[in-house]
């Protein structure tokens, strides 16, 4: 769904969009107002109501994606034209302003606004771009049976441990007790632990010919290859989780916020009519 839709029903909400916004701006070119254009002419306030019902519209979709039964429309005609209406909006609601910009309250909902928009484009991106990745990376497992795997490997390797000299035994332990995974924000997106002790652990053991016979040695070192291998992907995994979390976090309480200034904007416009 999601890499068709930009180009879902042969573009029609582009179509839509793009005629919606030659419309709002061969308007604007020939509205020729006694004062400055500005949001409080017939035309500002027509592009106005047309901005704010778009605005309520797009902050609708987060329901209507929630909603299974009873819905109009299918999600996929929401989704694109969420995506081509949004960007629409931008045109509209700048030339409602007139290019009227000030350290005022409708100047911050135009703000508001451009951040639900710019994060938006960043959201896209992503939904098209990490379905396929994230499954590519899992190889057709779940994270659950990545980590599952991973502590299969690490009562592998505390056995051999026992068997090894100490300072071979140390990093193996060490490697199965002070492996991290995910951790604060930074560290998972990040995507990596260039500290990790798992690779600290098979780069000892690959070069460190001591203290343990030749076929426990080639053990170690397929164990911990696999478990580095199990490690990048878990962390990647979580890195693209993460990055959808942030960008929701944004999308939708800047929206909230939206709406609210919208309606700020719009009480404050006609307190001082
Ligand atoms: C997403 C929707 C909207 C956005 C982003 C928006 C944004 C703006 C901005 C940036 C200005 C320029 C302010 C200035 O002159 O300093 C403005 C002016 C204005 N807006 Fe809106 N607006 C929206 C919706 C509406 C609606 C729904 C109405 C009323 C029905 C409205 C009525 C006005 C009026 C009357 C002005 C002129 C205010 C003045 O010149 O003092 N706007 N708007
Ligand atoms: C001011 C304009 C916009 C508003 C108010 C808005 C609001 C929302 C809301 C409420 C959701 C639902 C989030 C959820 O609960 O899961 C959403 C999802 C989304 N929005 Fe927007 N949005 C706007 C503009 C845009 C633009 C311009 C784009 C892309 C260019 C965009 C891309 C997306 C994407 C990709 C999703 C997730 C789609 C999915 O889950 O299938 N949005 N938006």
Known sequence: MHESLLIYRNMRYLKWSLALVAIACGLYIFHTPIEEPNGGTWLGYTLGTIAAGIMFWLSWYGARKRSYGGATGRLEDWASAHVYLGLALVFISTLHSGFQYGLNIHTLLYVLMMIVVISGVFGLYFYMRFPRLLAENRRGLTTDMMLNQIADLDRDLRKHALSLGDESAHIVLNAVQNTRIGGNISRQLSG??????????????????????????RQLVTRLTKKEDLLGRVRKDIKLRCLLQIWLFVHVPFTFATLAALIAHVIVVFYYW
Do not use: I, L, M, N
Not at 193 to 217: L, W
């Open 192 to 217: 990596k632990d260039v500290d990790c002790p798992t690779s600290a652990a098979r780069r000892f053991v690959e070069q460190f010919e001591g203290g343990h016979d030749e076929s426990t040695r």
